[in-house]
């Protein structure tokens, strides 16, 4: 009778995750299969008959691809590259220097971060870079992103850097390092598999971003793909759907690469080497 | 080479005083230990003499040169930190040559003297892992390496031996002590643990709360302890310590009811002009300074039996008088035979006497 019970709840407990993986898989499994179908379909069903014909006329697409290979590209480097490096000095700079309020500092960045980015101040942020004179610009999406991210960014970073013990650093000044070697040398070794976390989460949030590049662009030469997408709609506006779903794939591919990449390169682990 | 000396060095952290001016000098080439219970500032003075935290008042030298403003690395000095701080991405060749790398030492040299170094502690064949495939007692060792590879002037050592297990530690103790003394470089060695620094130091400096309350050689120290707080932290187990009257008119103690003749004590005058104004006082004795008797024997107090330690070459013998844990060792080799009442009598030449408040009088 308890053997039963027990059964029961093993297959209760199995079907919730079979539920659950569903819900997740199944729009990722069409987001891979529909793009070889000929036939434009929104169930999940093996490509009948199978096709290259999407991603041919997608590639013929030169406003989509360009928005791709180089809008896309240039903002999401350019927003990865400026939070990452901004990032982590401030964050090592707020954890190791004493500074009197400097956690109380963070706090308020983390305040901050939830407001910058947000609908409501779309029409600052607009007005700023029209001041600025970087609207449809490149720099200025890029530094709104950087702005935007970076409060978030230097407050996860100020843990991962809060968590390393000083003595490694310590133990370097003492064997006779400057503090720039200090932190060149062994800081940064230390750190950087949180700051391979915050590259590619900064990217994944700018590549994928749709609100603030289109309220800062004009020109279609330097539209991301996010709005690119909207090429492969009618003019009545409703989306061809194989040739939207071939897009986001091929939309979908340098996030999971990056991740691929750093995860081989670096791994996202801390080797421990403190004895605890 | 050369010596450190302390004048008026004092820390404070916000209104915590955590160095207290603290005064000491310390001998060129000597093997110097710094020990207290936990938070009384050992790490904090350490701290101060590498260059890591920044002396609030008073002044640090080393050899003739005064450092008490300068950075770490302007100071020649070479620290083993208690957790070893290896660098975790890097092997142990460069762990142990990082010093040498940062001076701009060439790569064929700084190799063959991190394999000297390594082969000194037994650990050149260790030198392309990394410290996480190290064992505790060798990850000790490289941290050892890499502060004697660069010969500086003064070593440093928080707790080395802090987390390693008992038998490593013992063994550590042994290559540390031979190390220093092949090296005869001057070493400040921090620890809470008082066999290891009666073991391994010339000198040891007992601090309470941020100030140094004795120095001197260890055992001197350990024989003439000058206040309680030092007779209670220095032996295993420390010393006994008793509350009693004097009794100048029949020129004996009352501990417990128990009259012992002060007759032939040393320092007896001292005794009498501590008791016109009080006649209070602490007897303190060592457990090694007690005669145990099952019968009646004269000069004695009496308590009863609590429990009995063999530890090998020497026993434990705890006997409670009224409540209080009072220990004797024996050097026997057998499990010695006590049980209920039993009577100890103090040797008097090595009895101390102490002011209530802790301060020795005789
Ligand atoms: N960075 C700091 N900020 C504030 N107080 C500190 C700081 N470092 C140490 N203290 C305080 O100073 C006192 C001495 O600390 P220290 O680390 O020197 O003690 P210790 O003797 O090394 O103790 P332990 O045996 O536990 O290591 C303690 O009361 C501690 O709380
Ligand atoms: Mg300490």
């Given amino acids: 009778m308890k053997r039963i019970k027990h059964l029961l709840g093993e297959a209760a407990y199995y079907i919730f995750i079979l539920v659950v993986m569903a819900f997740f898989g199944l729009p990722l499994l069409w987001l891979v299969l529909t793009p070889f179908n000929a036939r434009a379909t929104l169930a999940v069903e093996i490509p009948q008959p199978f096709t290259l014909d999407n991603f041919q006329q997608v590639l013929n697409n030169t406003f989509a691809v360009r928005a791709l290979v180089q809008n896309n590209m240039i903002i999401a480097v350019g927003a990865m590259l400026g939070v990452t490096l901004i990032a982590t000095l401030s964050a090592y700079a707020l954890s190791r220097a004493r500074v009197p309020g400097s956690s109380q500092l963070t706090y308020i960045l983390i305040l901050f971060s939830s407001v910058v980015t947000g609908t409501a101040a779309m029409v600052p942020i607009f007005l700023i870079i029209f001041n600025l004179g970087l609207i449809d610009t490149y720099l200025g999406v890029i530094v709104v992103f950087i702005g935007g991210l970076l409060p978030a960014a230097i407050f996860i970073m100020r843990d991962f850097v809060e968590g390393i013990p000083r003595s490694y650093e310590e133990s370097a000044l003492v064997a006779g390092a400057a503090p720039s070697r200090v932190f060149l040398d062994v800081a940064l070794p230390l750190i950087r598999p949180g700051m391979m976390v915050i590259a590619i989460w900064s990217f994944v949030q700018a590549w994928g971003s749709f609100l603030i590049p289109f309220i800062l662009l004009r020109s279609p030469e330097r539209m991301p793909a996010s709005i690119a997408v909207y090429s492969f709609y009618t003019e009545a506006g409703t989306p061809n759907i194989t040739l939207v779903a071939a897009y986001s794939l091929l939309y979908a591919i340098p996030v999971v690469i990056l991740y691929l990449f750093v995860n081989w390169r670096y791994g996202f682990r801390f080797f421990g080497g403190i004895k605890r | 080479m050369s010596g450190i000396q302390l004048d008026r060095l004092s820390k404070h952290f916000g209104s915590v005083a955590a160095v207290d001016e603290v005064t000491l000098q310390i001998q060129d080439g000597e093997f110097f230990a710094l020990l207290g219970p936990s938070g009384c500032g050992k790490t904090t003075t350490l701290r101060m003499i590498a260059g890591l935290e920044k002396a609030t008042a008073g002044t640090i030298k080393i050899g003739d040169r005064d450092v008490t403003t300068l950075a770490p690395r302007e100071r020649d000095i070479a620290m083993v930190f208690q957790d070893y701080a290896l660098y975790p991405h890097m092997n142990l060749l460069d762990n142990i040559g990082y010093p040498l790398k940062v001076r701009g030492i060439p790569r064929a040299e700084l190799q063959q003297r991190v394999t000297e170094a390594a082969q000194s502690l037994g650990i050149d064949h260790l030198l392309n892992r990394r410290p996480a495939q190290l064992s505790g007692g060798q990850q000790q060792r ?221």
């Fill in chain 2, 142 to 362: 490289a941290a050892v390496a890499r502060a004697i590879v660069h010969h500086a002037q003064v070593f440093l050592f928080d707790e080395p031996l802090s987390n390693l297990d008992a038998k490593l530690r013992v063994e550590a103790r042994g290559f540390l002590k031979h190390l220093q003394r092949q090296v005869g470089v001057t070493t400040v060695y921090v620890t809470h643990d008082q066999a290891e620094a009666m073991a391994l130091a010339d000198h040891i400096a007992i601090m309470e709360q941020g100030k140094v309350v004795q120095m001197g050689p260890p055992l001197e120290v350990y024989h003439r302890p000058r206040t309680t707080f030092v007779a209670s932290f220095l032996g295993s187990p420390p010393m006994n310590l008793l509350r009693g009257q004097l009794d100048l008119a029949a020129r004996q103690v009352r501990v417990n009811n128990a009259a012992i003749s002060l007759e032939q004590f040393r320092g007896w005058d001292r005794l009498v002009e501590h008791a016109q104004q009080n006649v209070n006082v602490v007897m303190g004795i060592r457990p090694e300074h007690l005669t145990i008797a099952q019968h009646e024997i004269p000069q004695s107090l009496t308590g009863e039996v609590y429990a009995i330690q063999p530890l090998g070459a020497e026993s434990l013998v705890i006997v409670q008088i009224k409540g209080e844990p009072v220990s004797v060792r024996l050097f026997t080799d057998d499990t010695p035979q006590f049980s209920g009442r039993v009577w100890l009598a103090p040797d008097l030449q090595r009895v101390f006497f102490y002011h209530p408040d802790g301060e020795l009088i005789a």
